[in-house]
């Protein structure tokens, strides 16, 4: 282990302690999960902290066998939040609501970014300008981000990204921010290439955010949320009604991997869709995630609604910059149901795959 190795982990381990004691929420005990996870394990912590943890997101377990498991995997998490605490210090990991699933369990039900053959075709955004973008930006000061949805025990993450790219766009084009149908995109996109099996969106089994913009250009686009409600279920039926369109893709294109473009397609054409590798998202609780090491594979659909020019970064001469991203988790996960990640070195993929939906065509509803 080289010297400057050695200095980093030393400098993580002192920082994660001192993030953990201020992250927690002391007023009634319940929210030291920073300071659980990073102090030492006497033998009463792990079951105490787990009977805060079924309290705080409601868990119950239907056998003692059941309960027993969960505990089990919950302990497991505890160490795995302490090892991500170290390779991601700038952040702060500890108990989410995810603390009982083993990560299998995790990526099968809350991800759902499906590795479909991406066309060679797709339309790549123009260079645009990026000398006067703001320091700063976020689409939720400017009303075009709605709030934070839960896709649930339902791989349907790409829907979310979908729907919320198609969200900010209709509001850039109408001035109206209206809420749309994931469950219409897990019903009723399916269409595959018949010479590629399994080339298709598939519902709770996962997708892909070009292959939905791709069905909601041919279907002439997409119903409300109240009109076609979520269930989190592949119900296995289509009820889509074209007379209830409210928003509707006119083109998208994928940004290149270049993040002023990212950014200057971001302000320019509103929130994007964007996927990313998910592993430190099942601990994450606050800050910007910037781990030292991070696998490119994406696993999971997100929307990128801003960025920030000075994240929090340890051992650092100036601060760093990151991406705000709106997650599909429900808001008691993460920052309200936010999460950012550092620019820079496409940090966990955030970067390789990127599309904007440039614009829509308007509707009377």
Not at 75 to 80: A, H, I, W
Not at 208 to 237: C, I, V
Request: glycine share 8%; hydrophobic share 35%; aromatic share 10%.
């Amino acid at each position: 282990m080289d010297r400057r190795f050695s200095l980093l982990f030393v400098f993580s381990l002192l920082l994660e302690t001192s993030l953990a004691a201020a992250s927690g929420k002391s007023s009634d005990g319940e929210d030291l999960v920073i300071q659980q996870v990073v102090d030492g394990d006497h033998p009463l912590s792990a079951d105490h902290h787990f009977r805060l943890f079924k309290r705080r997101f409601g868990k119950s377990y239907a056998t003692q066998e059941d309960h027993d498991y969960r505990f089990s995997v919950f302990k497991t998490n505890l160490r795995r939040a302490r090892h991500h605490q170290r390779l991601d210090p700038s952040a702060v990991h500890g108990v989410t609501q995810f603390s009982d699933l083993t990560p299998a369990e995790f990526r099968r039900n809350h991800l759902g970014l499906k590795r479909l053959r991406f066309p060679a075709d797709a339309n790549k955004a123009p260079i645009l300008p990026t000398e006067d973008l703001p320091a700063d930006f976020d689409w939720r000061d400017h009303g075009a981000v709605a709030s934070v949805k839960n896709q649930g025990s339902c791989g349907s993450c790409w829907s979310f990204s979908t729907t919320g790219a198609l969200e900010g766009a209709n509001f850039l084009a109408t001035g109206k921010l209206v809420s749309l149908s994931e469950q219409q995109l897990v019903d009723c996109d399916h269409e595959c290439d018949p010479e590629e099996p399994g080339s298709c969106d598939s519902g709770c089994n996962g997708g892909l955010m070009n292959s939905a913009l791709e069905y909601t250009l041919k279907a002439g686009g997409l119903m409300r949320e109240e009109d076609y409600p979520y269930s989190g279920t592949d119900r296995g039926t289509c009820k889509f009604d074209k007379t209830k369109i409210a928003a509707s893709v006119a083109n998208f294109s994928v940004v290149s991997l270049d993040e002023d473009q990212i950014a200057a397609n971001l302000v320019k054409n509103g929130p994007l869709a964007v996927a990313i590798n998910a592993v430190f998202m099942q601990t994450y609780v606050g800050g910007v995630s910037c781990p030292y090491i991070c696998s490119k594979r994406l696993d999971h659909g997100v929307l990128l609604v801003g960025y920030g020019s000075a994240g929090y970064a340890p051992i650092r001469m100036k601060e760093k910059p990151y991406w705000i991203i709106k997650n599909s988790w429900g808001e008691s996960w993460g920052e309200n149901g936010f999460y950012k990640i550092c620019q820079g070195r496409n940090v966990c993929g955030v970067d390789s795959m990127v599309s904007t939906v440039a614009a829509v065509h308007t509707t009377s509803n």
